[in-house]
């Protein structure tokens, strides 16, 4: 692993954010007078941004809102969100003492997401591991952002690493779509919120569990 920059995907990849977005969703279905939104049907959207979740839940409700009405939910959204944002949300099994291993190992570490920066950090910080990154990159960060590629090769730049020894961990199709337009190897896992099964996703490696990462990422990084 030394030398090595592997990039994570956040919601979905890393971190089970799920109870919190769909409790955020849900607040300001309510604030519409709109009944809740099981969690199963936002789930496959969550990769699409806050702004797509409002849009299909309000659809789920046989509800539509014009651009002006959806962006108000969505500041409420980010504020109710921003003051809830790691009250369900955990890191998924093993994925924090596989980072630790990462990093002993000589990787360097990256955050590659849709979502804001600024609540990127947030979320990572009130979960204590803000600190196992060299680098947080999220939406806002650049001029471009996912599947654009050069939001994965800032990424990796922001974290010291090189393009030729990166490796992209992801769950959704966007993610798949990004490290392959950047030419960059890419390990899917199956335990997030893609819309599309996660053996069709088209990764190099399709994981179940972060205890399988570490093989994975050493089958990748091999000299070719």
Same mark, same amino acid.
């Given at each position: 692993m030394?030398?090595?920059?592997?990039?994570?995907?956040?919601d979905g990849t890393l971190v089970d954010t799920a109870p919190d977005l769909v409790h955020a969703t849900n607040?300001? *279905?309510?604030?519409?007078?709109?009944?809740?939104?099981? #969690? =199963?049907?936002?789930?496959?959207?969550?990769? &699409?941004? %806050?702004?797509?979740?409002?849009?299909?839940? *309000?659809?789920?409700?046989?509800?539509?809102?014009?651009? #002006? =009405?959806v962006d108000e939910l969505l500041?409420? &959204?980010? %504020?109710?969100?921003?003051?809830?944002?790691?009250?369900?949300?955990?890191?998924?099994d093993e994925a924090v003492a596989v980072l630790d291993r990462l990093r002993a190992a000589g990787a360097r570490l990256a955050i590659c997401t849709n979502k804001r920066e600024a609540l990127s950090r947030q979320l990572?910080?009130?979960?204590?591991?803000?600190?196992?990154?060299?680098?947080?990159?999220?939406r806002d960060?650049?001029?471009?952002?996912?599947?654009?590629?050069?939001?994965?090769?800032?990424?990796?730049?922001?974290?010291?690493g090189l393009r030729e020894r990166a490796v992209m961990v992801g769950d959704s199709p966007t993610d798949i779509a990004t490290a392959?337009?950047?030419?960059?190897?890419?390990?899917?896992?199956?335990?997030?919120?893609?819309?599309?099964?996660?053996e069709d996703l088209g990764a190099d490696v399709l994981i179940h569990h972060y205890a399988e990462l570490e093989n994975a990422l050493g089958g990748l990084l091999l000299p070719t």
């Open positions: 030394r030398d090595a920059t592997i990039v994570f995907d956040l607040h300001v *279905l309510g604030l519409c007078g709109l009944p809740k939104v099981p #969690a =199963e049907d936002l789930r496959p959207w969550i990769s &699409f941004g %806050a702004r797509r979740m409002i849009i299909e839940a *309000l659809w789920a409700s046989d509800t539509e809102r014009s651009d #002006a =009405e500041e409420a &959204f980010l %504020a109710h969100y921003s003051a809830n944002i790691a009250v369900s949300s955990r890191p998924f990572l910080g009130e979960l204590a591991i803000l600190d196992r990154f060299d680098a947080i990159a999220g960060t650049f001029a471009v952002y996912k599947p654009h590629p050069d939001h994965l090769f800032g990424t990796i730049s922001l974290a010291g392959r337009a950047a030419g960059i190897k890419v390990v899917a896992v199956s335990f997030g919120y893609s819309e599309v099964a996660p």
